[in-house]
């Protein structure tokens, strides 16, 4: 006789990729129960990309309005309000997170409000907000609770505020010092800096976000200190200070320190799998702590699943959609599919923004070999009236043999606008001769991507010749 179970089917998490896939498993027909301890919507919704681009915006005004004066525009007594700005913020994403209640509630499932942990393979342990704890069972168990941010080992560090902290200052700081390179702190350097905030970026690399292609990293570090941010490259914090003004003592390696009222920590994210009972139900983990999954989204526990940043591969919205969708598709609707991971578009939402598709140059001459590289610096247009200094760049890749466009790379105006088309190109194994016959937009930015006809000069060709 069959086991009965409570549910088909319990989602823990109720960010992007749970509840895409709850919401398709209930929609084909089963029976669902997501359980979320804060609530729906998730790290980009509610603590990420969605009020961190929006911050974005805000912060860029100052510097259009400075452009506006190259058009003739004269703007007087401009000012502020840091607390209307958080609290329509705060609007937009309790709206979103009706939505996401609604796209649950209306194929069915059930939202169910606490913190879950697995006791075994088929059950789920939900302790309440009041402490009550009861327990639930399903036929297989969805784990998707995203990512953490995660803090430096030093002393101090309770002084600091991490990335999710950092959308909900009650007030404008006047000084912020930021640790980290990578694309969370970059970002948040850049809404500070445009709210006029003296804005330190300390890391110990020596340019802006490792891994990327290094043509952008130049570019961003560069365009980033025209902007004004101070930039601590090749520097560490070694311990952190409270002052008896409140404000905090930045102690750096090189025996200087920064004084700030507020110090943001932004070296990464880790997968948020402390604490949910994974190992004691035998569900293997990685280094990092992340969820190992195989092209099914399915751990080493077989009625267990996973997607999204839990599984620590792309950490993209997107890709946890996909990958939700997947999951449901293949195992309610009858429809096997596996979540594509390979050529995915993803954007930066620095000051200027970046729209990276495929390969980096050093990626691709590792895995390619011989490869052609086409490169232009630009001055986007809407700044040709104005005294706005910032440069940006454009950079296709194509493997030398079959031409075809391994990567494209934008640092500039609209650049993550623009790359979600280029995208669609580089997923299709566009050559790069298809790239040239196609006509440009003139004048736009994005041209340039069908226009470029000069290569780079290979620096190992041209080593090997002298």
Known sequence: MAETYDYDLITIGAGSGGVRASRLAASYGARVAVIEEVRAGGTCVLRGCVPKKLMVYGSHFPEDIKDAAGYGWSVEGLTHDWGAMIAAKD????????????LLNTPGAVI?????????????????????????TAERILIAVGGWPQMLDIPGIEHAIDSEQALDLPARPDRVVVIGSGFIAVEFAGIFRGFGIETHLVFRADKVLRGFDEDVRVTLTEEMEKKGMLIHAGTLPERLEKLSDGSIRVHLN?????????????????PNTKGLGLEEAGVALNWRGGIVVDEWQQTSVPSIYAVGDVTDKIALTPVAIGEGRAFAETTYNNNPIMADHEN?????????PIGIVGLTEHEARERHGEIDVYAAGFRPMKYTL?????????????????????????????????????????????????????????????EEFVTMRDKRPDPEEAKAAE
């Open 386 to 446: 104005t005294e706005n200094p910032e440069r940006g760049l454009q950079k296709l890749i194509v493997d030398r043999a079959t031409q075809i466009v391994i990567g494209a790379h934008m640092v500039g105006v609209d650049a993550p606008e623009i790359i979600q088309g280029i995208g669609i190109a580089v997923k299709l194994g566009a050559t790069k001769q298809q790239f040239d016959q196609t006509v440009g937009i003139h004048p736009t930015a994005a």
């Open 112 to 136: 169910v409000d606490g913190r879950g942990t697995l006791v075994d393979a088929h059950t789920v342990a939900v302790k309440a907000s009041d402490g009550t704890e009861t327990r639930l």
């Open 91 to 102: 609007k937009e994403l309790d709206r979103l997170h009706g939505i996401y209640v609604w």
């Open 344 to 352: 995915v578009a993803s954007a930066v939402f620095s000051q200027p």
């Open 254 to 270: 090189d025996g200087t320190s920064i004084d700030a009222d507020t110090v943001l920590c932004a070296t990464g994210r880790t």
